[in-house]
T-cell receptor, first 111, second 115 residues
Framework: RKEVEQDPGPFNVPEGATVAFNCTYS??????FFWYRQDCRKEPKLLMS???SGNEDGRFTAQLNRASQYISLLIRDSKLSDSATYLC????????????FGKGTRLHILP | EAQVTQNPRYLITVTGKKLTVTCSQN?????MSWYRQDPGLGLRQIYY???????DKGDVPEGYKVSRKEKRNFPLILESPSPNQTSLYFC??????????????FGPGTRLTVL
């Protein structure tokens, strides 16, 4: 099983719809979790940290399920500007403090 | 303005010609890292540094060197570049907490082509 797995997509979603992505991780020692957004040929930027209790920022909601080892990202009322690649990032707590990036999920919001 | 800078942003070179990509951050972060991003492979870590004079291999270190003589700088060195090192490279920095790493701040990227 890969360390961090994401559905590569693309997800083609009409503007205004709700879309959700999941990301699974294999290492139970994973300590912290993030969603990053990456626009084409640009650097990744932090979208949200993912807390055990779940967190919400405007139209975006992130959740963590430790028992099933996945995190999720929900985007409500999607906008054209939400079109991007969404990267799941997992920080594994061990001697080397390893950071693992998923390969990303591409999202296209259609007008 | 808090930022990570990389230079050059674009570079075309030939096989075997040594090159250095510089990375600098002004946030006093202890952790710095280099990644390469290739289509279908995502971001892969090349090297990282937990602090000055401390560097470790990531997932794909072959063909690369790094140094961390100062906290703010973390150059990536390709002693003898080869075409399979053609890629988009990102430098990133972060400030660790007691249990994990925080948000990583990325530089704008360096697009390298090795002919």
């Amino acid at each position: 099983r890969k360390e961090v797995e994401q559905d590569p997509g693309p997800f083609n979603v009409p503007e205004g719809a709700t879309v959700a992505f999941n990301c699974t991780y294999s290492n139970s020692a994973s300590q912290s979790f993030f969603w990053y957004r990456q626009d084409c040929r640009k650097e990744p930027k932090l979208l949200m940290s993912v807390y055990s209790s779940g967190n919400e920022d405007g139209r975006f909601t992130a959740q963590l399920n430790r028992a099933s080892q996945y995190i999720s990202l929900l985007i409500r009322d999607s906008k054209l500007s939400d079109s991007a690649t969404y990267l799941c990032v997992v920080n594994v707590l061990n001697r080397d403090d390893k950071i693992i990036f998923g390969k990303g999920t591409r999202l296209h919001i259609l007008p | 303005e808090a930022q990570v800078t990389q230079n050059p942003r674009y570079l075309i070179t030939v096989t075997g010609k040594k090159l250095t990509v510089t990375c600098s951050q002004n946030m006093n972060h202890e952790y710095m890292s280099w990644y390469r991003q290739d289509p279908g492979l995502g971001l892969r870590q090349i090297y990282y540094s937990m602090n000055v004079e401390v560097t470790d291999k990531g997932d794909v270190p072959e063909g690369y060197k790094v140094s961390r003589k100062e906290k703010r700088n973390f150059p990536l060195i390709l002693e003898s570049p080869s075409p399979n090192q053609t890629s988009l490279y990102f430098c990133a920095s972060s400030q660790p907490t007691t249990i994990s790493l925080n948000e990583q701040f990325f530089g704008p990227g360096t697009r390298l082509t090795v002919l």
